[in-house]
């Protein structure tokens, strides 16, 4: 068992450290301010190749790993959460093109997306179907040489700087009737709504797809008719979940660091609040989350890069990273007692970001139906 990270890793994470701290740390307060992306970041990150770590070198991406990709997750969530959602989302929307698309359609969409010259999205949700994904209403019919897509995504992350979406709608009826397809921008009567106005994660973009008789190139669709559920579990599993699991670590990390500095700052009765017991308390536990987080954060992407099915384990992480990012900001707000109510400091603003990432990707409850079935056939 090795649980260290190689050099290149280490300096991977040294690197995306000083980027996120140089780059990314004075934009925080305008993002949550503002709740909008700024353009001129995410060109910084395309440059050192952060909007394609996974893609193989061949389509211009810097062929990386899992668990490379948690790192640079991490190290952005550790200073915007908001910010390693949109960097790991624009990862989804590549996700199902490099896994299911044909030769032709990765030569077409990888490069441009691995450069950071678009952004991608991957829109699986509905109004009608979140956790029920069969529940949803969009449909795809085939007329001609096209498919004509008609309904509405909503909490879609990257819908108004997206280039590229990648979309699943229904071709037919159940488990087999769903399709996904890749859409650009551009195309006619496709079109973001709403944007939405979250109260954390601000600074990510999330909002509404909708289709109106928008005519797809049959060429556009991944994989066979039918595949659209097989194509969002594997890439929601595989990418999303993770990716989610890395910011929220991110948070958790950050969580320490903030609680251990002020205790030591902060003097009651004439000492530090580090002597008192009951803040020791509260920094042990979060201490201990950010370490379990850790564990099964990295364990999953080191399964997943070993080519190893890992879809509990992937819940796992989820579940436990995003809830303990919620309790971790919790008690460091209670550390900081009024002053962690301040728009001025940080710790109510993790705890804003932490709660958006127990949705995102499939709940706390959906995370442990999955572990359920695995948990089951071990008796
Ligand atoms: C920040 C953010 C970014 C997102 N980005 C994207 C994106 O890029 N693409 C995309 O497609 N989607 C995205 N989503 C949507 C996300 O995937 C959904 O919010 C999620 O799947 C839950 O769906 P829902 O919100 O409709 O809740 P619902 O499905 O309506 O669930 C409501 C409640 O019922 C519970 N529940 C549902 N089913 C069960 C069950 N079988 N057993 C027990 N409890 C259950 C849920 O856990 C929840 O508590 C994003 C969401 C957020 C918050």
């Not at 190749?49 to 810097?62: A, D, I």
Request: some cysteine.
């Amino acid at each position: 068992m090795d649980f260290g990270f190689t050099p290149e890793q280490e300096m991977l994470k040294k690197t995306v450290h000083e980027f996120a701290e140089k780059e990314i740390a004075p934009k925080t307060d305008w993002m949550d301010e503002t709740g909008e992306v700024p353009m001129d970041i995410i060109e910084k990150m395309a440059k050192l190749g952060f909007m394609g770590v996974l893609v193989p070198k061949e389509y211009g991406g810097l062929g990386m790993g899992h668990v490379e990709r948690m790192i640079l997750l991490e190290e952005i969530g550790r200073l915007s959460p908001a910010m390693s959602n949109t960097v790991q989302v624009h990862h989804l929307g590549i996700s199902p093109i490099a896994a299911f698309g044909s030769e032709e359609q990765k030569e077409k969409w990888l490069p441009p997306l691995a450069k950071g010259e678009k952004i991608a999205t991957l829109a699986v949700t509905e109004p009608a179907g979140g956790s029920d994904v069969l529940g949803m209403q969009t449909t795809a019919k085939l007329e001609g040489d096209n498919y004509v897509i008609n309904g509405r995504k909503c909490f879609i992350t990257n819908t108004h700087i997206a280039g590229v979406s990648g979309i699943v709608a229904k071709t037919g009826e159940g488990a087999k009737g769903l399709s996904a397809f890749v859409i650009e921008s551009d195309t006619p009567g496709f079109r973001p709504g709403r944007k939405e106005n979250k109260f954390g994660l601000r600074g990510c973009n999330t909002g509404e797809l909708i289709f109106e008789n928008c005519r797809v190139p049959k060429e556009n669709r991944l994989a066979k008719e039918g595949d659209g559920l097989k194509i969002a579990l594997a890439s929601i599993s595989n990418v999303g979940r993770p990716g989610i699991t890395a910011g929220a670590l991110g948070i958790v990390g950050r969580c320490l660091e903030e609680a251990a500095k002020y205790s030591k700052q902060r003097v009651l009765y004439g000492k530090p609040i580090s002597d008192l017991q009951a803040i020791q308390w509260h920094i042990a536990d979060i201490y201990m989350d950010y370490e379990i987080s850790k564990l099964l954060t990295y364990r999953a992407a080191w399964l997943r890069d070993r080519g190893e099915r890992c879809d509990a384990d992937n819940a796992m992480a989820k579940f436990w990273a995003t809830e303990a990012a919620v309790r971790c900001a919790q008690k460091t707000m209670s550390v900081f007692g009024a002053y962690g109510g301040m728009k001025e400091l940080v710790p109510q603003r993790l705890l804003r970001d932490a709660w958006l990432f127990i949705w995102g990707a499939g709940t706390s409850e959906i995370m442990r139906i999955i572990m359920a079935r695995q948990a089951l056939k071990m008796g």
